[in-house]
């Protein structure tokens, strides 16, 4: 078979050129980026060595950018309501829900025209998307700094509680900050990753992580390099950030302050409960002074003993996850072979005595708990990019909470149950219960409650043109789909007429993707109007990995094709390059689509080739 | 789409057709397919090849779910066996077992006025489990003698008693919510 091997020079991606890949933690408190540096990973510091970036952005009057981190941290208290902390937690919410976290606001938020809730600050209103946004912009930098070029993709952690909100508002956080999310990678797998390769670990591991405003219970196998995850458990409003309310709320008691008390009394005193929290790992008691606002300043001690009596309340609701977790996963705690601790928080010493006490056994503190999670994500980064041609490492992930619609009566059918591994598919079919009925709404909704009311409502979309018949007579059939980074797309269908409506899950709090462009033209990396440079450049690569991965598949498996085939694959393929250098995206994109077209076939029958000769115990190392 | 499905899913894992499966030989062929089809082995390929590993994945992982499990792999192996489920209109029992799971929710109903309510939910939960355990039992014996119409009772029980784990399941969760 003769085929023409385009390749001009220096326009080629080689295969083997290295892609520049990251890791990034985007945390509560803190955030870390990590990558490959002289052949390790590691995570990066900043010019001043610090590795942890704290997740605060300070917005300040006629600046361009915000200041990000230690800085932006230390102002928290002086400009309370332009300083955004713990943003993480509002990402994915609507504001009934932020509401309903159970502590004062400590922002001025605002009702947007549009779904998701608005910070109100000096450089406008903004929201938790924007704000994470600048973290992760910062750390990109970092990150660029350091490898001295652009990075091709990065891997971002998520709490495995997060919902399918959650991960979309992450997901667009890192567009917005010009990144290319190659995968949303759950923290406790990330963690296990990194655990279990550098300790050669084996068997069934549970990873406990809490951190500063989330907790997550993931119960793995670890087997040969695959991370099979059995069971995830958590809440995402679960944290030492709680830790630290329930001291400032001891505080308030004895210093008699009340509800009325300023934005900044109560950032000072969160702050001097975080300093007393991490303090009392070392000593038995400590003192603590707040200044409050009539100028006076308070003391009380507080000492181990009433720290333990203050957040037992919290870590036991740690442990009857635990417990779900373990049932989930079908093990026992005699099943556990290693309990690793991950997160900031564990470093409480009562939290480590009491998941002792649940697990029988010593968890294991010896690696370092905030950094891990990073070092994991970059670890999957570099095998995502393809630099690393780790055959054996594979994270088989779940989703963390169930999905299911809306049916009669307010009540949720499930359709995919909590940790079914992903990607997954499922279908359901409904039917029509009037006679005539023409359109149908469908109601996505994630939790594990019964009653719609009580799950989190994902969207709603619905299906037109229903073909008139009595009622029950229709059939209409609902797919889920969940993809690798626990996103979900719904379709429905009438099988009879196959009527067909579709949606990728916007979720309800979710910004729209005409959010997303202006407020991608709008940040200062794009204030040049480049968005069709953008557009071009993103379609470009795009071209050059369908005819790099074109040009491999016709070596290795070109004798799949009939002559007919390869006659058509070419056209297309020419036709592809002629107008990748152009300056058409819309252009290219139409070559790209072409191309997929005519290889739709050849795809299919490689994989199946691929498939029959794993079973045959034909390895795939001549594919190399 | 790629994955045959003129294959069954124990084609899929190159396994025989039968109740009884060899768990670590399904684990280990399930681990080699995802090897190669992994949404994660095609980060760098097209949009159409990511779509495709997707549904791959998603493909395989459903015929390992329906396999690993025993009731949901009863069920398959009894289609595949031509037997037919409607679950809308099939719900007649067998009058003693109907018996035992009126007094098993009762018992689930009351938990939440007992002294100890966790650990009473978790003594039924056992107990279920337990009973599941000695159904699954008899559901095997019924296969292997091709009796599929008595099998496919068993497995509408046992379907009753999966539906009455879950809400152990949830009401757990509420208890624990309610802390």
Same mark, same amino acid.
């Given at each position: 078979m003769a085929l023409l091997q385009i390749s001009e020079p220096g326009q080629s991606t080689k295969p083997h050129e290295r892609r520049f890949a990251a890791g990034i933690d985007l945390g509560t408190t803190n955030s870390l980026v990590a990558t490959v540096r002289s052949g390790q990973i590691e995570t990066l510091p900043d010019e001043q060595g610090e590795h942890l970036l704290p997740s605060v952005v300070r917005y300040m009057e006629n600046e361009l950018s915000p200041i990000v981190g230690e800085k932006a941290r230390q102002s928290a208290a002086d400009d309370p309501l332009n300083t955004i902390s713990s943003a993480k937690r509002f990402m994915g919410r609507g504001l009934d829900d932020i509401k309903h976290l159970g502590e004062r606001l400590p922002y001025d938020f605002v009702q947007a025209k549009t779904s998701v809730p608005r910070i109100k600050t000096v450089a406008g209103d903004k929201s938790p998307i924007e704000v994470s946004a600048e973290i992760l912009r910062v750390l990109k930098e970092r990150a660029e700094k350091t490898l001295g070029d652009g990075l091709t993709g990065v891997v971002i952690t998520v709490p495995a509680y997060f919902d399918d909100a959650q991960r979309q508002a992450t997901k667009d956080a890192g567009k917005l900050a010009g990144l290319n999310v190659m995968r949303l990678l759950n923290e406790p797998t990330a963690a296990a990753v990194a655990y279990g390769l550098d300790k050669s670990a084996e068997g069934i591991t549970a990873i406990f992580d809490l951190g500063g405003g989330t907790f997550d219970i993931s119960i793995l196998r670890l087997n040969k390099g695959v991370f099979e995850v059995l069971s995830t458990a958590g809440d995402t409003e679960l944290g030492g950030d709680d830790f630290d309310h329930v001291i400032a709320q001891w505080f308030m008691q004895q210093a008699n302050i009340g509800e009325d008390a300023s934005h900044g009394l109560i950032r000072r005193l969160l702050q001097e409960a975080r300093e007393a929290k991490e303090a009392l790992a070392d000593v038995e008691a400590v003192q603590m002074n707040v200044l409050l606002d009539d100028g006076n300043k308070w003391q009380a001690t507080l000492e181990r003993e009433q720290l333990n009596q203050l957040i037992d309340p919290l870590i036991q609701k740690t442990v009857v996850t635990s417990r779900r977790a373990l049932r989930d996963a079908q093990v026992t705690i005699e099943d556990i072979q290693a309990v690793v601790m991950v997160g900031g928080s564990t470093r409480t010493l009562r939290v480590r005595e009491k998941i002792a006490e649940f697990f029988g056994q010593a968890p294991k503190v010896n690696i370092d708990p905030d950094k891990v999670v990073a070092?994991?994500?970059?670890?999957?980064?570099?095998?995502?990019?393809?630099?690393?041609?780790?055959?054996?490492?594979?994270?088989?992930?779940?989703?963390?909470?169930? %999905?299911?619609?809306?049916?009669?009566?307010?009540?949720?059918?499930?359709?995919?149950?909590?940790?079914?591994?992903?990607?997954?598919?499922?279908? @359901?079919?409904?039917?029509?219960?009037?006679?005539?009925?023409?359109?149908?709404?469908?109601?996505?909704?994630?939790?594990?409650?019964?009653?719609?009311?009580?799950?989190?409502? %994902?969207? @709603?979309?619905?299906?037109?043109?229903?073909?008139?018949? *009595?009622?029950?007579?229709?059939?209409?059939? *609902?797919?889920?789909? *969940?993809?690798?980074?626990?996103? %979900?797309?719904?379709?429905?269908?009438?099988?009879?007429?196959?009527?067909?409506?579709?949606?990728?899950?916007?979720?309800?709090?979710?910004?729209?993707?005409?959010? &997303?462009?202006?407020?991608?033209?709008?940040?200062?990396?794009?204030?040049?109007?480049? *968005?069709?440079?953008?557009?071009?450049?993103?379609?470009?690569?795009?071209?050059?990995?369908?005819?790099?991965?074109? @040009?491999?598949?016709?070596?290795?498996?070109?004798?799949?094709?009939?002559?007919?085939?390869?006659?058509? &694959?070419?056209?297309?393929?020419?036709?592809?390059?002629?107008?990748?250098?152009?300056?058409?995206h819309r252009s290219i994109k139409n070559a790209i689509d072409k191309l997929n077209v005519a290889t739709t076939e050849f795809a299919a029958s490689r994989m199946n080739k691929s498939i029959k000769q794993a079973l045959t115990g034909h390895k795939l190392d001549e594919f190399d | 789409?790629?994955?045959?499905?003129?294959?069954?899913?124990?084609?899929?894992?190159?396994?025989?057709?039968?109740?009884?499966?060899?768990?670590?030989?399904?684990?280990?062929?399930?681990?080699?397919?995802?090897?190669?089809?992994?949404?994660?082995?095609?980060?760098?390929?097209?949009?159409?090849?990511?779509?495709?590993?997707?549904?791959?994945?998603?493909?395989?992982?459903?015929?390992?779910?329906?396999?690993?499990?025993?009731?949901?792999?009863?069920?398959?192996?009894?289609?595949?066996?031509?037997?037919?489920?409607?679950?809308?209109? +099939?719900?007649?029992?067998?009058?003693?077992?109907?018996? +035992?799971?009126?007094?098993?929710?009762?018992?689930?109903?009351?938990?939440?006025?007992?002294?100890?309510?966790?650990?009473?939910?978790?003594?039924?939960?056992?107990?279920?489990?337990?009973?599941?355990?000695?159904?699954i039992g008899q559901l095997q014996n019924l296969i292997s003698k091709q009796a599929y119409e008595a099998a496919k009772m068993q497995v509408q029980k046992l379907q009753f008693m999966e539906k009455l784990q879950l809400e152990c399941e949830s009401l757990e969760q509420d208890l624990a919510d309610a802390l």
């Open positions: 070092v994991g994500a970059a670890i999957q980064a570099e095998v995502l990019a393809g630099n690393k041609a780790d055959d054996d490492l594979l994270l088989l992930d779940v989703i963390p909470l169930s %999905l299911g619609l809306e049916t009669m009566g307010g009540l949720v059918e499930k359709i995919i149950p909590r940790n079914t591994t992903i990607p997954v598919a499922r279908a @359901q079919d409904f039917t029509t219960f009037k006679d005539g009925q023409t359109g149908m709404t469908v109601h996505v909704l994630q939790g594990e409650r019964e009653l719609v009311t009580d799950c989190r409502s %994902l969207g @709603q979309f619905a299906l037109h043109g229903i073909p008139s018949m *009595v009622a029950g007579a229709a059939r209409i059939r *609902v797919t889920f789909q *969940v993809d690798a980074d626990g996103l %979900l797309s719904v379709t429905a269908e009438e099988e009879t007429k196959q009527v067909e409506a579709s949606i990728q899950i916007k979720p309800s709090y979710g910004l729209t993707d005409a959010e &997303i462009e202006t407020m991608l033209r709008d940040s200062i990396t794009y204030a040049k109007d480049d *968005v069709e440079l953008r557009n071009l450049r993103e379609h470009q690569v795009e071209a050059d990995r369908v005819i790099d991965a074109l @040009q491999m598949a016709l070596q290795q498996d070109g004798d799949l094709l009939t002559e007919d085939e390869v006659k058509a &694959i070419e056209e297309a393929l020419l036709e592809l390059h002629k107008v990748r250098t152009g300056t058409d | 789409m790629a994955v045959e499905f003129t294959q069954n899913y124990f084609e899929i894992f190159g396994l025989p057709v039968d109740f009884q499966i060899d768990t670590s030989l399904l684990t280990e062929r399930y681990r080699e397919l995802q090897k190669i089809v992994h949404p994660d082995r095609f980060a760098n390929a097209s949009d159409r090849d990511r779509r495709l590993a997707v549904q791959q994945s998603a493909h395989i992982n459903e015929a390992l779910n329906t396999l690993k499990l025993p009731l949901k792999r009863a069920r398959y192996l009894l289609q595949l066996n031509g037997v037919e489920f409607d679950d809308e209109k +099939e719900t007649t029992m067998d009058t003693e077992f109907l018996m +035992e799971q009126i007094e098993l929710r009762e018992a689930v109903a009351n938990v939440q006025q007992q002294d100890d309510p966790f650990s009473s939910l978790n003594q039924l939960i056992q107990s279920i489990s337990k009973k599941k355990a000695d159904m």
